[in-house]
């Protein structure tokens, strides 16, 4: 017998969960494979402007922007396990034409299909763990989808740097990996998903009401009016635009500011190494987490980026990148699936999930794509000291308003305590 996954409110087959996990394989794909190819971009393409290589960087991004949105807005009045089908497969034929393409103009033109085909999946990445669980299953599955996103963008840079030195079109082979989902997407069909309604075994953090649903011990948004819930919300979304632009600072200004000081590749990919590595593991013990920190998780991660930014910008030494990296993605890679778990909160249904996740992810790659416009013209040394800096910033508003809704924890423990108290 096919093994079940519990959810909160019943139990799915374990194909299905893998299934809707594969989807993350590909979110932060954007962008990767072009990276290599600004080093050589002048020899590939004799006579290319700066303005065209700019763009062939920063177009994808702002079309991702507008089609996440898109995406949230479809996914309420269309199936969604089709608009991941459709989203995979631009993602995918965008890959596969870049094997074909030979001028820059058509780079940019394939590059902004592929942010098209890649906006419409990204929420829904993580709106269908956001419909098929609940309180401490949802919170512990928003972990794991970060965890497995960061984790495949660690592979796939690696895949990148061995193949980028045979044929400037072999790195784009990253962008293929859209099969994998495509192929388990059978098991998003409503015959799997329907699964999720057979209760016939009582949940562990949940607690079943007269009319047989699953009522989480997690706090609802049923006594919020529409306008509190747009409140939190645009508190969420702003406060994940400033940790992404304050974290992903470290990508953008690491390697000039280890250049500067005479520190070679090697060493400048090691540390990027460590700031991804630290990215991904928190998804995957997110529970652990949030269970041993508790109301102090955001402080805690607000602090470590904090210290991380400032150890690199004011210690010249390779431990003291090493270790600004690592405390600057734990601080990230902690906070990454909280804000998602709190959209997810937010929806006043679960047909809505996918739409509330849509506004805050897009905070995510918005901050990507502002990042080096809002650090233009600083040296890379000043622009770690501005990222620490803003989240001083942050720090003091989080522990000023420390219990309202997007610096608290108390959604995200109640699962857990009440799993707790019925055990």
Same mark, same amino acid.
């Given at each position: 017998?096919?093994?079940r ?5 019943g139990?799915i087959?374990?194909l ?15 962008g990767?494979a ?8 002048d ?16 177009l ?7 089609f996440?949105?898109l995406s949230?807005k479809?996914?309420m ?18 890959g ?19 942010g098209?085909?890649?906006g419409?999946?990204?929420p ?6 956001a ?6 299953y949802?919170l ?8 497995i996103?960061?984790f495949t963008?660690?592979?796939a840079?690696?895949?990148v ?10 790195p ?5 990996v ?14 799997f998903?329907?699964?999720?309604n057979?209760?016939?075994?009582p949940?562990?953090d949940?607690?079943?009401?007269k009319?047989?649903? *699953?009522? /989480? $011990?997690?706090?609802? =948004?049923?006594?919020v &009016? ?6 939190? #919300? ?11 632009v304050?974290g ?5 200004f690491?390697?000039f ?21 630290a ?15 508790r109301e ?5 991660c ?38 998602y778990d709190?959209?997810s909160?937010? *929806?006043? /249904? $679960?047909?809505?999930s =996918?739409?509330?996740? &849509?506004y805050v992810?897009?905070?995510?790659? #918005?901050?990507?794509?502002?990042c ?16 620490g800096a ?5 720090l003091?508003?989080?522990?000023i308003?420390?219990?309202s809704f ?5 959604n995200e ?11």
């Amino acid at each position: 017998m096919m093994r079940r996954i519990p959810t909160g409110k019943g139990y799915i087959p374990l194909l299905t969960l893998l299934a809707i996990w594969s989807i993350s394989l590909v979110v932060d794909l954007p962008g990767l494979a072009i990276s290599p190819l600004m080093s050589v971009i002048d020899t590939v393409f004799p006579g290319v402007t700066h303005l065209e290589s700019q763009l062939l960087e920063i177009l994808p991004n702002f079309f991702i922007f507008p089609f996440i949105l898109l995406s949230g807005k479809l996914s309420m009045s269309r199936n969604k396990t089709g608009l991941v089908v459709l989203g995979l497969l631009i993602f995918l034929a965008s890959g596969i034409a870049y094997f074909f393409v030979d001028s820059i103009w058509g780079l940019i033109v394939v590059s902004c299909v592929l942010g098209m085909g890649c906006g419409l999946v990204i929420p829904l990445a993580a709106g269908l763990l956001a419909d098929t669980f609940t309180g401490k299953y949802r919170l512990e599955q928003m972990g794991i989808k970060s965890g497995i996103a960061n984790f495949t963008l660690i592979i796939a840079t690696l895949v990148v740097g061995w193949t980028e030195g045979h044929d400037w079109h072999m790195p784009f082979v990253v962008y293929l990996v859209p099969v994998v989902p495509l192929v388990m997407s059978v098991f998003l069909c409503k015959r799997f998903l329907a699964r999720n309604n057979d209760v016939d075994e009582p949940c562990t953090d949940s607690q079943t009401g007269k009319d047989g649903v *699953a009522e /989480t $011990a997690a706090t609802t =948004t049923d006594a919020v &009016s529409p306008r509190d819930v747009r409140r939190r #919300l645009w508190g969420v979304i702003l406060f994940y635009l400033v940790v992404t632009v304050s974290g992903i600072t470290l990508s953008f200004f690491i390697p000039f500011l280890m250049a500067s000081h005479h520190m070679g590749d090697d060493a400048t990919g090691y540390v990027s190494a460590a700031f991804y590595l630290a990215l991904t593991l928190p998804g995957f013990m997110l529970g652990r987490v949030v269970t041993w920190l508790r109301e102090r998780t955001v402080a805690v991660c607000v602090g470590a980026m904090i210290a991380g930014p400032l150890f690199i910008a004011f210690v010249p030494e390779l431990w003291a990148y090493f270790l600004g990296a690592a405390l600057t993605g734990f601080g990230y890679g902690v906070l990454q699936p909280i804000f998602y778990d709190k959209a997810s909160a937010l *929806a006043p /249904t $679960a047909q809505a999930s =996918t739409r509330m996740l &849509s506004y805050v992810m897009s905070a995510n790659y #918005l901050g990507i794509a502002v990042c080096p416009l809002f650090f233009g013209g600083l040296d890379s040394r000043m622009a770690f000291i501005l990222s620490g800096a803003c989240m001083v910033v942050v720090l003091v508003v989080a522990l000023i308003w420390r219990r309202s809704f997007p610096f608290s924890i108390n959604n995200e423990l109640a699962a857990y305590s009440h799993k707790k108290a019925i055990s």
